[in-house]
Each structure stands twice: as C-alpha cells, then as structure tokens.
C-alpha cells in the first residue's frame, strides 16, 4: 500500500525567507501523481502544486516550486519570499494513476508558521 | 462559477444518533470523494462516485457509514448510531476526470462533526 511521509510536524519562517517542506512517498509504481494542498484554518482545502511522476521538469507556481526525486521518492515544496498568508497547514498527497477512483493519500501535515 | 459547497458548517450531535452531511460538487464535475479528517491528522478517503458507476466504498470506516448520490449532482454521507470516535472533519470534493488537469480535485470547506 502506498505511504506518504511527513516528517516535519511544525515549520517557522520569518516573513520574506525562503522554507522547504519535506515529504517523502512509498510505492512501487512509476506512474503516479503527487500534490501539495494547503488547508489554512478556514478548512478550505487548496491545491497549492501539482506534478506528474512522468515529468522530469520540476512543477513551479509562482512562489511556490517543487524538488521531485523519482529515484529518492521525494517531494519536497519550496515557499520563496514568504508572505503572512501563507501560513496553513501543508499536506502532501499521492495519487495513483492506476487506482479507477484517483483517490489522494495524504500524508499527516505540517503546520507552517510565517512570522512578521 | 461556484466552487464545492458543503452543509452544514458545523453539527452537534448526541451519541447514537444518525446525522446526515451534504455535498454540492462543481457544476460539470463527474467525481466526488468524501475524506474524513480526525483532528491533527491527514484526509483519509471514504467513498467515492463516478457517474453512474459503482461507487468505490473501500475507505467507509463500518457500516453505519452510508453515501448516496444521485447522478452527477448532491450527493449525501449518512452517519447512523453515531459514536465520539465519529468526531472530525468530513471533507467532499469533486473533479472532471476529463483527463490532463482536469482530475485535480477540488474541495468544499467542510463538515465539522461533533458527537457528544
């Protein structure tokens, strides 16, 4: 069964600084996708970045871009120039291309702090 | 347009008791999910609807779990003789699945249920 692996509970950055989120995935297939949403304390769950396993280039949107290892099944996601906004929970989540139903499995979450 | 609308925001409910959640997917979309998130923690995956398939129901925790919808359109998540463990977040979202993009899901802001 896949995995998802969020080893870093809570993150903090100061306003303006760069910080990366870790997540790291188990699976034995070589096509999937994987996610970064992020849930501020509205609840509202918003996708944040998208990448598919099949691409080597790595997905960026805006601030926000991604560090994939394939070989490493990494995924980490980078904030750059962090803003008030920005803090939230962060899930990271895997999708199987192989799964009829393309449900997400989501890893436990990191709390980020972005302080003035 | 709109986006994943959910209701109600929040319920209070007794032990034992049957609740029923809603979920209004985006206009067009084929799938719905239902995620349940405990507090702290990650979504984990309920059920979900594609059209007028069989509906995937391997996420459903027992069976006073229950989810109907009707064609493409609301769909409801029924919780009967519910117990405190049932206490969470549940989340609906809905996508396309009409290939590229399009099977990113999108999320309504949730159903907060609190079993006395």
């Known amino acids: 069964a896949q995995t998802v692996t969020q080893s870093q509970p809570e993150m903090s950055v100061q306003e303006a600084e760069t910080v990366t989120l870790s997540c790291t995935y188990d699976?034995?297939?070589?096509?999937?996708?994987l996610f970064w949403y992020k849930q501020p304390p509205s609840r509202q769950m918003i996708l944040v970045i998208r990448?598919?396993?099949?691409?080597?280039q790595n997905a960026t949107e805006n601030r926000f871009s991604v560090n994939f290892q394939k070989a490493a099944k990494s995924f980490s996601l980078k904030i750059s120039d962090s803003q008030l906004g920005d803090t939230a929970m962060y899930f990271c989540?895997?999708?199987?291309?192989?799964?009829?139903?393309?449900?997400?499995?989501f890893g436990s979450g990191t709390r980020l702090l972005v302080r003035p | 347009g709109a986006g994943v609308s959910q209701s109600p925001s929040n319920k209070v409910t007794e032990k034992g008791k049957d609740v029923e959640l809603r979920c209004d997917p985006i206009?067009?979309?084929?799938?719905l999910y239902w995620y349940r998130q405990r507090l702290g923690q990650g979504l984990e995956f309920l059920i979900y609807?594609?059209?007028?398939?069989?509906?995937?129901k391997s996420g459903l925790p027992s069976d006073r779990f229950s989810a109907e919808r009707t064609g493409e359109s609301v769909s409801t998540l029924t919780i009967q003789r519910t117990q405190q463990e049932d206490s969470a977040v549940y989340l609906c979202?809905?996508?396309?699945?009409?290939?590229?993009?399009?099977?990113?899901?999108?999320f309504g802001p949730g159903t907060r249920l609190t079993v006395l």
């Open positions: 206009s067009g979309h084929t799938a």
């Open positions: 989540a895997f999708m199987r291309i192989l799964d009829s139903s393309y449900k997400l499995i």
């Open positions: 979202a809905s996508s396309s699945l009409a290939g590229g993009n399009t099977d990113t899901q999108y």
């Open positions: 699976t034995s297939e070589n096509n999937y996708y």
């Open positions: 609807f594609q059209g007028n398939s069989a509906p995937d």
């Open positions: 990448q598919e396993a099949y691409k080597q």
